[in-house]
């Protein structure tokens, strides 16, 4: 998945003309919500220097281990 972020992350770059910032990124604030049993969405935001984005994702059990059905950053 950390791979999928990075090329997505370059790709991005490419459109919009901006540079790939390279910096540590660092989680601020994490929170949880669980629709169902076997269903969890997650929100983010992540903070690197003085700007942030949100990142959204839902995960879902099956088949004894957790998946990522939809991931989204703002």
């Known amino acids: 998945m950390f791979g999928d972020i990075s090329r997505r992350r370059r790709i991005v770059a490419e459109r919009t003309g ?4 390279s910096g540590r990124h660092q ?5 949880v919500s669980r629709p169902g049993e076997t269903s969890a969405e ?8 003085a700007r942030s ?8 059990f099956h088949r ?3 998946l990522c059905t939809a991931l989204h950053f703002g």
Do not use: P
């Not at 989680?27 to 929170?31: E, K, L, Q, S």
């Open 18 to 21: 901006s540079q790939v910032r």
């Open 27 to 31: 989680i601020a604030t994490v929170h």
């Open 42 to 49: 997650v929100a983010a935001r992540v903070s690197t220097g």
């Open 53 to 60: 984005r949100a990142i959204a994702a839902r995960l879902e």
């Open 64 to 66: 004894d281990r957790w």
